[in-house]
């Protein structure tokens, strides 16, 4: 019982904390009034993967604290891809916009038919989900190593995210979740500890 209500406790640290990890990118790029550190695939990836996370966690209905930090969560996530659009430079994705507003629309025109079949929805939002999040750091591994440079990036953005995944691989395990959240969690400790690195590695 004590075991069961510390992972009902964990889920709410470990969204609040998936939550938080965007804020110190938020305050860098203000800070900055620039996006720079961040590449465009990296933000598509990322708001790709939490359309797929909100279909699976919506419609799988995985527990209350998963749907109301999921929202959140992709609220500042559109913080991030809105101060990308607002700070515009020469470098970049070209048509940022246009193509952020086409892929929108195409999720949203999944809503109807994940309504009517929510099951099928949420499972395949959630094997989306392991595969998108899986390359989604990618990106970002490439742009600084071939940049040589971690500037414009907060480290905080990505020991944030492996504290939430420490924590949500032992929810995943004590509540017997499906098995796309283990999977998205466990991946974290290669690719983030790969930026860790290069943290590290190319640190001013």
Known sequence: MLVQLFADAAIWVSQFLYLSCFFPQIMTNFRERSTHGLSDLFLFGYFNAYVAYMYYVFCLSLPFGFKVMTIAQMTALTILILQRMYYT????????????????????????????????????????????????????????????????????????????????????????????????????????????????????
């Open 89 to 204: 430079s020469a470098y970049g994705m070209p048509h940022f916009k246009q193509i952020f507003l086409a892929n929108t629309a195409l999720f949203l025109g999944v809503f109807p038919f994940a309504m009517n079949n929510p099951q099928f929805v949420g499972d395949m939002g959630g094997w989306a989900l392991v595969t998108i999040f899986s390359v989604t750091p990618l990106p970002q591994i490439f742009k600084v190593f071939r940049e040589k440079s971690v500037s414009g990036f907060n480290i905080k953005f990505i020991l944030l995210l492996l504290a939430a995944a420490s924590l949500e691989v032992f929810v995943a395990l004590v509540l017997n979740l499906p098995l796309q959240t283990l999977l998205c969690a466990a991946k974290s400790f290669v690719v983030y500890g790969i930026i860790i690195f290069q943290f590290w590695l190319y640190r001013a």
